[in-house]
T-cell receptor
Framework: GNSVTQMEGPVTLSEEAFLTINCTYT??????LFWYVQYPGEGLQLLLK?????DKGSNKGFEATYRKETTSFHLEKGSVQVSDSAVYFC???????????????FGKGTKLSVKP | KAGVTQTPRYLIKTRGQQVTLSCSPI?????VSWYQQTPGQGLQFLFE???????NKGNFPGRFSGRQFSNSRSEMNVSTLELGDSALYLC????????????FGPGTRLLVL
């Protein structure tokens, strides 16, 4: 079946440190891949996405590359800020649901805390 | 323009009761999907509606149901509430089913006692 595995948190970094949050997936075909962010007390926000192999999604300094050979979509940021403190979710949308991208399968989430 | 709106924001119910949650999508968006977030199970897909029709359904019991109205607003209903239904219920909207879910509402937090 389809599944997403992401690194356990929490992750605590100092401001300006490099961030990597690992995400691997299991899926048939070519799913779309996403990173979402959830700030305390809020809903989810789409951070970035990639729809095919070797695509790189990027937004607000965050990047992730769709690696089909390693079934991975790791999130990276070169220099984190205190304002990046949040929970990050890796997700996939399978391709076998009539083209719908609403059936999202999420990882467990990784809590990031950035200290000044 | 206004974002995805969910009402109510908080609810307290007792076991055995039923509850209805509402989601108003962004203006012009016709696809609405629902998710349940719990500490144990994480985020799980409930169902998706487009043009008043359910397109997909997640692996939840029949106590969970939903519908969509002609103005694209959606409701979900949970009957015979169980303690394990305590969760944050999120909805997301998009222009159509093939578009990524960029816009989520703030959620309705349901506590079942």
């Amino acid at each position: 079946g389809n599944s997403v595995t992401q690194m356990e948190g929490p992750v605590t970094l100092s401001e300006e440190a490099f961030l990597t949050i690992n995400c691997t997936y299991t899926a048939t075909g070519y799913p779309s891949l996403f990173w979402y962010v959830q700030y305390p007390g809020e809903g989810l926000q789409l951070l970035l996405k990639a729809t095919k192999a070797d695509d790189k999604g990027s937004n607000k300094g965050f990047e992730a590359t769709y690696r089909k050979e390693t079934t991975s979509f790791h999130l990276e940021k070169g220099s984190v800020q205190v304002s990046d403190s949040a929970v990050y979710f890796c997700a996939l949308s399978p391709m076998n649901y009539g083209g719908s991208q609403g059936n999202l399968i999420f990882g467990k989430g990784t809590k990031l805390s950035v200290k000044p | 323009k206004a974002g995805v709106t969910q009402t109510p924001r908080y609810l307290i119910k007792t076991r055995g009761q039923q509850v209805t949650l509402s989601c108003s999508p962004i203006s012009g968006h016709r696809s609405v999907s629902w998710y349940q977030q719990t500490p144990g199970q994480g985020l799980q897909f409930l169902f998706e509606y487009f043009s008043e029709t359910q397109r997909n359904k997640g692996n939840f019991p029949g106590r969970f149901s939903g519908r969509q109205f002609s103005n694209s607003r959606s409701e979900m209903n949970v009957s015979t509430l169980e303690l394990g239904d305590s969760a944050l219920y999120l909805c997301a909207s998009s222009l159509d089913p093939g578009a990524p879910r960029e816009y989520f509402g703030p959620g309705t937090r349901l506590l079942v006692l």
